[in-house]
């Protein structure tokens, strides 16, 4: 402990203190303005908000390190010491933030689906959803398994060329025949990312509960230029339609979720149904889904409501995803922006966003689900999550198991939904049958 006392032990616990006191100020009052300080601040708010338990155990461990080796001798080490407290006074606001979002996500269920939801799911549904906490997973979050759960990796759904796009099935080992899919798009501004890092909180839990889930790459910018992601996607639904029943899955029950990037073209599979534009050499391919939950999502490129407070977004989509500028080819922009592709027939949405997300704002989401509650026959459901980052849900935590919950029980909705219609519609056949 020399250097320690070399370079004056209370000193430095004073600069550690106001070092892990700014990731919780930040945590709490990220910051927007700025294309690159909102991206500092996200990954500075990310882990800290997300992990926040986490983050008092190891400053519990260094600021023991610290008061041993003589930390308080001095009146700095006080300081550094008052910081350290206020700071995990902070980190314990951002936890039991975290918690309420078990009362928020239900309250926007009972908002968008009726006070009843629950009780017009079907009984073999209602059954298996998930419910409370598994602390082993949410201690050691990493890595991300399910021992009922298999993954089949690196199947090729399509061919571009040289260029083959693979996807990952995750299904129960004992297959059920039947199961809903779930199609899973990455995010990572449509320039980086890939099937194995995100919604796996997500795929995981449902596949444990007898869905098949699908998590797909696609070509990303700048190399591609779109809509070269969305013919990837709708070339992903005909792979499912042709192979989901080989996992157990019914190729007729599918539903797309997608966060960030992966928001924007889950959100835009879902409002361009059967779209040829999308669907070279294959138009006669049904690509309709049965519903989409998007996380924290771009739905307007134009920003024709001027959500956005800085232009990184713009940049971004001109120089690498469009490559072509707003102004030369505002259509163009348009026609791959959800928010103006909806239309009457659109499937029922579960639109997610943190309202402390910093690369994405919030009221983009806002805007997106009222436009979408005025313009289609729904049911639309908007959850706001209180405290949380963009790609909160990347990696289990209190917030993320309360947020995937929530989605299975939308899902389970649905799907009762859809299946009492069934019912009812085989019922009146037979009843003019006879």
Partial sequence: MSWLRALGIPSLFLMVSIWGAWFTFNGLWPRYRGGRIAMVSFFAGWLTTELALHHIAWQVVFTGAFVWAGALAAWPGWLGLGITLVSWAGLLRCFFAARTAEDVVEAALVDGLGADYRRRIAPELLGRLGDGLDWRQLIVPIPLRRPEVQRVRNLVYARHGSVELHCDVYHHRHMPAGAPVLLQIHGGGWVIGSKDEQGLPLMLHLAARGWVCVAVNYRLAPRATFPDPMVDLKAAIRWIREHAQEFGGDPNTLIVTG????????????????????????E???TRVDGCVAFYGVYDFVDEGRNWPHGGCRDLLEKHVMKTSLDKDRAGWERASPIYRIRPDAPPFLVIHGDRDTMVPVSEARRFAQRLRSRTPGPVVYAEIPGAQHAFEIFPSVRTTFVVHAVERYLAFLLSRDRARMDRGARAAGGQRS
């Avoid at 992966?262 to 070279?280: E, F, K, M, R, S």
Wanted: aromatic share 8%.
């Fill in 259 to 282: 966060g960030s990037a992966g928001g924007h073209l889950a959100a835009l599979v879902a409002l361009t149904a059967n779209d040829p534009a999308y669907q070279p050499g294959f």
């Fill in 284 to 286: 006669s391919v049904d």
